[in-house]
């Protein structure tokens, strides 16, 4: 019989772990160089990491693109439950991406999110969350959530016109 209890409790526990690291998550990772500044609100911090850069991409028609409006790239996604969508910015131009998170889009894994080569580790909460950077290099930059399951790619380009 306790035998039974501990064979059902060993199920039970691997099938919690199993939805909670794959609630709707894809592998990613990576990183480039650059200087950034994230905020929900009043929050900010400062940091820089990794500056390893991969050569300049093509650009993919699915991405957010920057306009530069007054000397700053503004940018804008809205969070799907799963995913983070793909960004294109230019070199040399601060960044403020507006990420919209709609009520039920929030899970356990895509709520806080990880751009390591500009120190950024934003918290999303419902509404809009604010991320401020300033990329250096051109090439691509791997981002994700804290687990570093749901990724995705923020595509830096010498002109951002081209």
Do not use: H
Not at 2 to 25: D, P, Q, R, W
Not at 42 to 68: E, F, G, M, Y
Not at 92 to 119: E, F, H, Q
Not at 132 to 140: D, H, N, S, V
């Amino acid at each position: 019989m306790k035998k039974t209890y501990y064979l059902l409790g060993t199920v039970l526990a691997i099938i919690l772990l199993g939805a909670v690291l794959f609630s709707g998550c894809t592998r990613s990772s990576g990183s480039t160089g650059g200087s950034a500044i994230n905020s929900n609100s009043s929050q900010s911090q400062s940091s820089s990491a990794d500056q390893t850069v991969t050569a300049q991409p093509s650009t993919s028609s699915s991405a957010a693109k920057a306009i530069v409006n007054d000397g700053i790239q503004i940018v804008s996604t809205t969070l799907d439950r799963g995913i983070y969508d793909p960004i294109i910015v230019q070199t040399g131009i601060p960044v403020k991406w507006t990420i919209t998170a709609n009520d039920g889009d929030l899970n356990s894994c895509n709520n806080k999110m990880l751009i390591r080569s500009y120190g950024v580790e934003q918290k999303l909460l419902v509404g809009e969350n604010v991320v401020e950077f300033t990329p250096t290099k051109a090439g691509t930059i791997n981002y994700s959530c804290w687990m570093g399951m749901v990724g995705s790619t923020i595509t830096v380009v010498d002109d951002i016109n081209q």
